[in-house]
């Protein structure tokens, strides 16, 4: 548990693979464990291919999600289907499309969607099969330890994507969630996990007011005058592009989450000094450079990352008697420190052996 909580990204993540609870849980919130409905998927994989092979499911948190494989030498594809009254692929059959126009060839491109047999009655959208997020992962710190001047190029184009999806205006986006709706998801998603620390007798002050400065911003649809809701997956194409996925929060978003959401990807990369790959990213995100506003924008939502996936490790049965000294501490460095690079510099030295 607690080299979890030390470690670097896996700081932050890893309190979730040290959680007591059922790791069939997805943390959507949706039973991994769950029945997938594999008739239904054999349904449309007939559909719509002829050489269908097999259908295999793929556990996953906000839908179920198959493997097709053919008998002739079409490459695999990834059905996704809807699943437990989650709108995730409602959003992004209607979303994915709008996105690409407007500049955003990052997101997924469909095949098939449930367009093509709406006699059926259920959402779904069919892919090529890229390389899973693990292997996304593994390739960050291949490329970074392989071709340093290649990861640089990935850091400043994760920079700059982050900067194309910011600018997009959610009612250009069909099915895009509105100010309104994403301040709903945020109470959901926000509450629970802060009400773990701050129910915590060694929640500190600072923190305890850090808190509730967080609810108060999201609380005004107003502060909502961004596009973002990207949860920090990828995965990567044959032509060593990289495609975001999971977007639990598609749609208007604050200042400085989808960017803080996207630093924190340099983690992955694993390099011992990461002054390169933050100053690389933060050209491409703010090109004319990081002013007063965007930093303290970013830092609400890395300070806040911090602490939620310490709250969400321990809602999801992480030892309760956990010590969190590192958590604060990490999160204490970024509110008192103006320079992003060592928030990350920081969290690289924890990570390292």
């Known amino acids: 548990m607690e080299s979890g909580i030390r470690a670097g990204f896996a700081r932050r993540r890893g309190l979730l693979s040290h959680a007591g609870s059922d790791p069939m849980v997805g943390v959507m919130g949706a039973p991994r464990s769950r029945t997938p409905d594999e008739p239904g998927a054999q349904d449309i994989a007939a559909a719509l291919y002829p050489d269908v092979d097999s259908v295999e499911w793929i556990p996953s ?69 890229l390389a899973h997020p693990q292997q996304a992962r593994r390739a960050l710190a291949d490329l970074w330890a392989s071709e340093p001047a290649g990861a640089l190029d990935v850091a400043h184009w994760l920079g700059e994507c982050t900067g194309r999806i910011e600018s997009l205006d959610w009612r250009e986006v069909p099915r895009a969630n509105s100010p309104g709706q994403s301040v709903a998801i945020g109470v959901d998603w926000r509450e629970p996990q802060y009400a773990q620390l701050l129910a915590r007798s060694d929640c500190p002050a600072w923190a305890r007011t850090f808190i509730e400065q967080v609810s108060g911003v999201v609380s005004r649809p107003e502060a909502f005058d961004s596009f973002g809701g990207w949860g920090g997956e990828m995965l990567r194409a044959p032509d060593g592009r990289f495609v975001l996925i999971d977007w639990p929060g598609l749609g208007a978003a604050p200042r400085g989450s989808l960017a803080a959401a996207a630093l924190e990807i340099l983690l992955r990369f694993g390099a011992a000094d990461p002054v390169p790959l933050v100053e690389r990213f933060l050209a491409g995100w703010v090109p004319a450079g990081l002013d007063q506003g965007r930093l303290e924008e970013l830092r609400l939502w890395w300070a806040h990352g911090i602490l939620w996936w310490a709250g969400l490790g321990l809602s999801m049965g992480a030892d309760p008697d956990a010590d969190l000294t590192d958590v604060y501490a990490a999160a204490r460095h970024c509110l008192e420190n103006d320079d992003p690079v060592s928030w990350l510099s920081r969290d690289a030295a924890a990570a390292a052996p």
């Open 61 to 129: 948190d906000d839908a179920d999600v198959f493997r097709l494989s053919f008998t002739t030498d079409r490459e695999p594809r990834i059905l996704k289907m809807a699943t437990h009254g989650i709108r995730a692929v409602w959003r992004e059959i209607g979303a994915f499309p709008a996105m690409r126009r407007l500049g955003i060839p990052e997101v997924l491109e469909f095949e098939h969607t449930s367009d093509d047999l709406p006699e059926l009655g259920i959402d779904f959208h069919v892919t090529l099969e």
